[in-house]
């Protein structure tokens, strides 16, 4: 069955630095998502992205935060300088269609600590 | 913005007996939620969803009911088995957008 990879699966990074999340979609989907997860806490919405372009954005997604989509198979997400807080699972996903007309399906996500 | 409600927390049972889960939404306009299963050191998986033009769906020993009038909707696990155990999310969606906004979540313990 086809599903959504991630890379690196642990990523440790000095505060003030850049990081990148790569994502592998599934690849006949259109829509392409970054959610978080602080330990112990609920997923949480970031972004979305369909067209080549930000669909949605929760407050969290603040100017640090970028999403590109490089090449026909890879999905990324920067964050410019990194917090202690920004500590975190991040969880790509992508559906075949969007509004909930499709399910989202989740990758094994990225553990992000930053220090 | 959507709100969703989990509860509970956490939830014990034995095995072969049935587990429910319920979820509440505050948007009354949401209109697709789906239930996602953790496993320890994995993303979430679907398991199950269900559109608000139905009241029920079920998929084999999973089974998810929904009342838009109440605003409330239920996952049922009949039969349980140790591989049930793992943390369970409620999800639904903003209508009109792609967002799923997540409920915070039940670890599901079931005891051989």
């Known amino acids: 069955e086809p599903e959504v990879t991630q890379t690196p699966s642990h990523q440790v990074t000095q505060m003030g630095q850049e990081v990148i999340l790569r994502c592998v979609p599934i690849s006949n989907h259109l829509y392409f998502y970054w959610y978080r997860q602080i330990l112990g806490q609920k997923v949480e919405f970031l972004v979305s992205f369909y067209n080549n372009e930000i669909s949605e954005k929760s407050e969290i997604f603040d100017d640090q935060f970028s999403v590109e989509r490089p090449d026909g198979s890879n999905f990324t997400l920067k964050i410019r300088s990194t917090k202690l807080e920004d500590s975190a699972m991040y969880f790509c996903a992508s559906s075949a269609d969007g509004e909930g007309n499709q399910p989202q399906h989740f990758g094994d996500g990225t553990r992000l600590s930053i220090l | 913005g959507e709100n969703v409600e989990q509860h509970p927390s956490t939830l014990s049972v034995q095995e072969g007996d049935s587990a429910v889960i319920k979820c509440t939404y505050s948007?009354?306009?949401?209109?697709?939620f789906p239930w996602y299963k953790q496993e320890l050191g994995k993303g979430p998986q679907l398991i199950i969803d269900?559109?608000?033009?139905?009241g029920e769906k079920k998929d084999q020993r999973i089974a998810v009911t929904l009342n838009k009038t109440a605003k409330h909707f239920s996952l049922h696990i009949t039969e349980t088995q140790p591989e049930d155990s793992a943390v369970y999310f409620c999800?639904?969606?903003?209508?009109?957008?792609?967002?799923?906004?997540f409920g915070t979540g039940t670890r599901l313990t079931i005891i051989p």
């Open positions: 948007d009354s306009a949401s209109n697709y």
């Open positions: 999800a639904a969606n903003d209508f009109g957008n792609e967002k799923l906004t």
């Open positions: 269900i559109r608000s033009n139905v």
